[in-house]
């Protein structure tokens, strides 16, 4: 049997999981981990970009373009080892490639709120991820989205898009990915501005129950804080 939950297929011959969740595995990080989509990420986006313009001092982008230098330089590197005809593992080479398409595609700032984007929703909805080695695999997929070649686009017979989806890829690629998303430390951030928000969110509700004590007095305050 499977050793998914719930699951009642028969496993392969070399795995515990069945073919189906042996697959989700490989792609997913974890056999129980759904793929996140753009449309989840957006609002978290959003949160990043507006607490960025409020919040950041004048050197943030500075520090973030040398954070994103520094990964994508040491990729640039490894390519131009491979190019003089040192030996190389093809999934870290390739991994090297995608990060060196991205950096040519797209601002650090871009590639750093999507990070960090990542790291407020890992926070903000700890049920959504299996474990964090399916959280990984999807922060990886995520940025292999803004490299050229990594996305298959299904087409209506109008010429209208259905869906994007990101290639499959050997997970040592993914692996390697997030090697390199963990080593800008925006995942980090992203965590910390979540704590940041939630700490001011705390704030204004401490000064809103001390107003409505004032005015409500103890005994009503309580009931209606109850209620709510």
């Keep these: 049997m499977c050793r998914v939950d719930g699951c009642y297929r028969a ?5 515990h999981l069945c073919e189906y969740h042996r697959n989700v595995d490989r792609v997913h990080g974890d056999p129980r981990q759904r793929g996140i989509t753009k449309a989840e990420l957006k609002p978290y986006r959003k949160v990043i970009r507006d607490y960025l313009a409020r919040r950041s001092g004048p ?31 093809v999934h870290e080479r390739r991994a090297a490639q995608i990060i060196v398409s991205v950096s040519k595609e797209y601002h650090a700032m871009e590639i750093a709120i999507l990070c960090m984007a990542l790291g407020y929703f890992y926070a903000d909805q700890p049920r959504r991820w299996a474990s964090d080695r399916g959280f990984q695999y999807q922060a990886a997929r995520m940025l292999r989205r803004l490299a050229q070649g990594e996305i298959d686009y299904t087409w209506r017979p109008a010429g209208t898009m259905v869906r994007s989806s990101v290639k499959r890829c050997p997970p040592s690629v993914t692996r390697a990915l997030w090697s390199s998303i963990e080593a800008t430390n925006f995942v980090g951030y992203g965590i910390q501005i979540r704590r940041e928000i939630e700490k001011g969110r705390q704030l204004k509700r401490r000064d809103h129950i001390a107003d409505l004590r004032e005015i409500l007095g103890p005994g009503a305050f309580a009931v209606k804080d109850e209620a709510a």
């Design 59 to 89: 050197r943030a982008e500075a520090v973030i373009g040398k954070d994103w230098g520094r990964v994508s330089r040491r990729a640039e590197e490894l390519l131009e080892a491979a190019d003089r005809g040192r030996p190389q593992n």
């Design 11 to 15: 496993p392969t011959k070399f795995s």
